[in-house]
């Protein structure tokens, strides 16, 4: 079962910063926060990851709280492209949770 | 290639008869994952492979299901006797094994996907 809990859909405007919430109360120590998508009829891509800081690539930022439990990934500029379903994952790669397990992710749509 | 392939793209087979999805991960990904989605639904993990040890097949749903991998090559998903509930796309994706970087440098890279549809 997935540990992780995001609301099932948002909306944004296009160029306007995108907020995706996650929730991972039961994160352990050794477990990193990632971030995939899933653009319609093709394979999820691999966004963005962290453990304890904040970070930021070319694609987006993302925001863990210093409890860990939750995170926010941050799409500065969202455009009509970044419609898609976001996935948000716990993982160990060095442990027992080394599977990426997916939920059901936020289907997020970005309208002109 | 640059990325992970699949083949074929695309799948239609009949009930009863057995089919074969091909998965070629990226060059010195040693470790690979099989998916199942199903129409609107989220991924379901299938089966995953680490360089020569023994795979986790726990995810695979029923004994109609295998999967096989030579070393860090190319991996054959192989369903027996399909039925009209298998019918869903098949997702391959292969990653740097952890062990050899550590931390968390070991992003999942997924292929297109196979498209099977049962009928």
């Known amino acids: 079962d997935a540990k992780t809990t995001q609301p099932p859909s948002m909306d944004c405007a296009e160029g306007r910063a995108a907020n995706l919430p996650c929730n991972h109360s039961?994160?352990?120590?050794?477990?990193?926060v990632y971030w995939y998508r899933q653009i319609h009829s093709q394979g999820p891509q691999y966004i963005i990851h962290g453990l304890k800081n904040n970070e930021t690539n070319e694609m987006a930022s993302l925001i863990i709280t210093e409890d860990r439990k939750s995170s926010t990934l941050i799409l500065p500029h969202a455009t009509l492209r970044d419609t898609a379903v976001y996935y948000c994952?716990?993982?160990?790669?060095?442990?027992?949770?080394?599977?990426?397990?997916f939920g059901r992710g936020t289907s997020l749509i970005v309208h002109p | 290639g640059a990325g992970v392939s699949q083949s074929p793209s695309n799948k239609v087979t009949e009930k009863g008869k057995d089919v074969e999805l091909r998965c070629d991960p990226i060059s010195g990904h040693t470790a690979l994952y099989w998916y199942r989605q199903r129409l609107g639904q989220g991924l379901e993990f299938l089966i995953y492979?680490?360089?020569?040890?023994?795979?986790?097949k726990s995810g695979l749903p029923s004994d109609r299901f295998s999967a096989e991998r030579t070393g860090e090559s190319v991996s054959t998903l192989t369903i027996q006797r399909t039925q009209q509930e298998d019918s869903a796309v098949y997702l391959c994706a292969s990653s740097l094994y952890f062990g050899r970087l550590g931390g968390g440098n070991t992003e999942a890279f997924f292929g297109q996907g196979t498209r099977l549809t049962v009928v």
């Open positions: 039961t994160i352990s120590g050794n477990e990193y």
């Open positions: 994952i716990v993982r160990d790669p060095t442990g027992g949770s080394y599977i990426p397990t």
């Open positions: 492979f680490q360089g020569n040890s023994a795979p986790d």
